[in-house]
């Protein structure tokens, strides 16, 4: 009796284990945010929100972020034994094996591509495709080579808002002005995004040759300054959709103050140039682009 209830807990934990692998290995809490921002373009673009299409939205998305997430651990697997950030993960630990992670990867891949294109738009569908192999096949690879992936990077994750925008559109899809804003703002907020991240993982990013600080000199003025630009840029980015009537004076306000203070955050690191200031700019930006994007979204 005694060993049967072992057992039963032994297969418990095992099939807890196998799901927390599965979260680690499509990165679920960044998957989350992605589909967040994809969902915020749907109702965005939707003159009446269809709750129906808005479910099939985040469970495609969900697919192809997952699968994009799943294939960048495979490509890394052996790069992220390196890094104490990521050896920790079921393909470096040998918790998963290529083979199974492969599979999972392309199902949610194939799976994720064919609900945004027949539930949602074909042109939804591409969108999510071309965000899968530009993160996999271009970004992944250029990490190692030159800080200019971050650029190439930012293009498909700026992506989600335009595809959830897209979404609402009917027939084959339209790319309307207002996708293009909401694309334009995740596009830039990338950078300083990025850019602390790196700042706070430079150590370890080296330890697998990844090159993501804009400057050579890697923790220095340099790069300080670019994110301090960039952040800076962000701000009369993010009030287009006021300029052009997306919203109103209320979500201006949100804007203007998420942005100075994110500006702030940014000044602190050029400033200081220090891994605390880079840490605060990090979280700062998690913060930051939610609360941008339901602004806009209330249009108030």
Known sequence: M???ELSSSEKQFAATSKWSDYAQFIKLRLASLVVLSAAIGFVIGSHQVNWGKML????GGFLVTGASNGFNQIIERNLDKLMIRTQNRPLPQERMGVNESFILAS???????????????????????????LYTSVYTPLKRVTPFAVFV???????????????????????QFQA??????????QFPHFWAIAWVSDEDYKRAGFRMLP???????????????YTLFLLPVSLLPVLFSMSG???????LICGLFFSFQAHTLYKEC??????????GSFIYLPVVQIAIMIGY
């Open 2 to 4: 005694q060993t049967q």
């Open 56 to 59: 099939m939205l985040v469970i």
């Open 107 to 133: 199902l949610m891949g194939i799976s994720g591509v064919a609900v945004l294109w027949l539930f949602m738009n074909p042109l939804s569908g591409i969108l999510g495709l071309l965000a899968l192999i």
């Open 153 to 175: 990077g930012a293009l498909p994750g700026a992506i989600p808002p335009m595809l959830g925008h897209v979404a609402s559109t009917s027939g084959f899809g339209e790319i």
């Open 180 to 189: 293009w804003i909401l694309f334009v703002i995740q596009f830039m907020w």
């Open 215 to 229: 400057s050579l000199g890697g923790r220095d003025k340099s790069s300080a300054f670019q994110v301090l630009v």
């Open 249 to 255: 004076s209320i979500s201006a306000i949100v804007i």
């Open 274 to 283: 220090t891994v605390e200031a880079a840490r605060k700019l990090m979280f």
